[in-house]
């Protein structure tokens, strides 16, 4: 069964820096790209970030290019996002997904993890 | 980026109804059109891909339709476990950007 838990999510101040993990199992997780989206409370998904599964393209929403770096230690069946200079904008459920269908598609989430950036 | 406008934003229908939900990009897409169903407090699930493509386990009453710039999500014969938000997301060009949802509602 595949499976893909988020952490890390907390309260956060402005400017300041934190590093969301999704662990996942019940699938080869180096063979498949993945990504991060995010809702913010009472709106819309907004897609993140995305990795392939070769690790050789990353890839950003303008809202967060330079800012947030995803990477994943396949050793660890593991997915990071790293955000710094985070905004109250940022305030969100962070959701990782698996980007199936050779990469067409988020057939597999996880159940997010809250990150709120407030003084 | 590609833009992607759903219409309506917002709907009313009763049990039982046909109900269609279209998704405009601002450029073409080709076929790679995905829906997620998303329920509150929920995470969202995978529908439709590759714009007429139905997921395992999706029931038959949703389909998916278009290409290029028009897509269109119908759901016949309404059920009650069907009122909730549904999204669109295209995935031909990073960032695979989504419509701003649906939110199909009980009339």
């Known amino acids: 069964e595949v499976q893909l838990l988020e952490s890390g999510g907390t309260l956060v101040q402005p400017g300041g820096s934190l590093r969301l993990s999704c662990v996942a199992s019940g699938f080869p997780f180096g063979a498949y790209a993945m990504a991060w989206v995010r809702q913010a409370p009472g709106k819309g998904l907004e897609w993140v970030s995305g990795v392939s599964g070769s690790v050789i393209g990353t890839y950003y929403a303008d809202s967060v290019q330079g800012r947030f770096t995803i990477s994943r230690d396949i050793s660890e069946n593991t997915l990071y996002l790293q955000m710094s200079s985070l905004r109250a904008e940022d305030t969100a459920v962070y959701y990782c997904a698996r980007w199936g269908g050779s990469g067409t598609y988020l057939d597999y989430w996880g159940q997010g993890t809250l990150v709120t950036v407030s003084s | ?107």
């Open chain 2, 1 to 107: 980026d590609i833009q992607m406008t759903q219409s309506p934003s917002s709907l009313s229908a009763s049990v039982g109804d046909r109900i269609t939900i279209t998704c405009r990009a601002s450029q073409s897409v080709n076929r790679h059109l995905n829906w997620y169903q998303q329920k509150p407090g929920k995470a969202p699930s995978l529908l439709i891909y590759a714009a007429s493509s139905l997921h395992g386990g999706v029931p038959s009453r949703f389909s998916g339709y278009g290409s290029a710039t028009e897509f269109t999500l119908t759901i016949t014969s309404l059920q009650p476990e069907d009122f909730t938000t549904y999204y669109c997301q295209q995935t031909h060009t990073t960032p695979h950007t989504f419509g701003q949802g649906t939110k199909l509602e009980i009339k």
